[in-house]
């Protein structure tokens, strides 16, 4: 038997027994109107219900719970407790003025902790509790006791932007804006890395391996040579980097006073507005981390690399533990009609983004971020779970203070909502501002990444050619995209096998020259795709980690940055950059209209293993063949700027073609430009 609570005078109970008006005793409640649909009876009440002060019901004599997980879907309870006004500790050096939501509770008292004291707020008409204290507490530690009908919870806030070491407290802080301003390339290359990943390898001079202050090092190098850490990256040629979590995450993840006792990517969010403190140098200073991060960023964007933020709005590590719904129970996540947890992410929650308060929420962390870190994009994890409604708000939000935002996320196919709300990519015409990751590519390069790991176009798989080239000219009709800009062109990310590991399971008795000559070819045909490329970090010298598919919580020897790796395959890393240039140099790749594509591209070639096209002077023709080819070209004079696994954005060689033949190499990209 189900209780929901779907209006403040109105109940629905759910139940295969009959049930009579005079079975059920409300106290302090009469029953006005009572009748019965398909199992399910509608109680009409003779007054409103107070959500904070529920009354107790029987049936049958027995005790019942009252559930308000319909109630909270309603405009009338928006328009009841739905509130902009701002929550958190809002600092000054005379006083802090402490806010904080809870329709459900009774009481609520600030502790503040280090004074060990504990002060009563005052609950205001939309249900934030509000106290002013009148002195200096910079630095302070707090906590808020909760009081409900039945409990009382201890929590931190949800709206701290510092906590102590740990996420034990929340802690008061004075957070300026970053001195730093926001970036925008029009030719965008992302590159996805771990801070810890990073600045981790041991044999190198970086001082604070493994922290934000460690990025920020330069003229850091092995003993062998080889650059690391900033100086590598900034040689890459790459103009976003896609860092992994960075908020704080769960201890018993990453415990930030013994950072190395264990690994963790960190998509285990407990504090969501504040900086992770494993990542730095002091993580009992509650100021050092948020400095620290700010410094990395500014450091960055003085190198031309814009920054972007990994965010996981869409669960949290602990769902009961966690102060969402320490303050406001069950009003966070979603829960299905037993009052359990729907859990769509395979992570035992999924956040209710379509309830007002927790959209509001999500938008007001993500402003946050924005405006005093200066991120100049977010990469949205599952980004599925979340609704289309929330998805264009936070667009709408952010763009209003960076025109530039960039937002992309995984935009699987997710049944936690209805399928019309889902922001997936089935929905991407619906928020056409927002890139969604491209899949299908990946798949049709390098074989299914679940489950039954397969082989792709790079491992010859045939008759995915025409798929690919489809998606290479901008994924027109693979899903309802608008524009190109709204596909991430990948092969590689940190979840799942690497491309070279991927290679080596599936290719379990090839050649690993022909290996490396597969996974070059791969990484090519996303340097030359429209869209916006995607790189994981280390795909550039075919990083492994040992077959490992699922490295959240595998060591630092499996996750690391490799840079003897690095060092071993300089002439794969140099063909890289090569090809980043090459890519930055011709802004045809930047054209964000299907009809201009069609208009200034050709397909030459999409069969036999043979993907071949021209944009304006670019001919650009990837084989996956073992074996050389003669491709019909037209005559004339053209720069070489790709061929052999070489590259160079000068040339590499001019040709002359008198027999409208040019060879392909074995397993590689040529790439032509008309003199």
Known sequence: MIIHVVKFNELEIKTDRKINKEDILITGFNILEFFVKDNIYTLILDKNLLINDLPEIKIFNENKELLLTKLFKTKEFDNLYYTEEKLGALYTNTHTIFKVWSPLAKEINLILVDDNTKYPMSRKENAVFEIKIDKDLLNQKYL?????KDKKNISTDPYAISSSANEKYSVVVDIKENNTNFLNHENKIIYEASIRDLTFFKDSNIENKAKFLGLTEENKATSFGQKVGLDYIKDLGINYIQFLPIFDFSSDSVDELNQFSKYNWGYDPVNYNVVEGSYSANPHDPNSRILELQNLIKVLHNNSISVIMDVVYNHVFDAKKHSFDLIVPNYYFRLDENNKYIAATGCSNDVASEHSMVRRYIVDSLIFWLSKYKFDGFRFDLMGILDLDTMAEIYDKLSRINKNILILGEGWDMPSLEKEKRANQKNADKIPNIAFFNDSIRDLIKGSTFENIGCGYISRVENNEKNILKNILSGYEIMPYTKPSQLIQYVEAHDNLTLYDQLKLTMPYEDENDIIKRHLLGTSIIL????????????????????DENSYKSSDDINMIDYKRAYEFSEYVD???????????????TLNDFEKIKKCSKVLKDDNYIIAYEIKDLIIVHNANY??????????KYTVLVNNHKAKLSGLDTINIVDN?????ALSTLVLVKS
Do not use: A, C
Request: hydrophobic share 45%; proline share 2%.
């Open 144 to 148: 808020y006791e909760v009081i409900f």
């Open 528 to 547: 030359f795709s429209f869209g916006i490329p995607f790189i994981h970090s280390g795909q550039e010298f075919l990083r492994t980690k040992m077959g």
């Open 575 to 589: 063909y890289f950059k090569e090809l980043v240039k090459i890519r930055k140099y011709f802004n045809i790749f």
């Open 627 to 636: 074996f050389e080819f003669d491709f019909d070209i037209n005559n004339g």
């Open 661 to 665: 033949k040019v060879k392909l190499n």
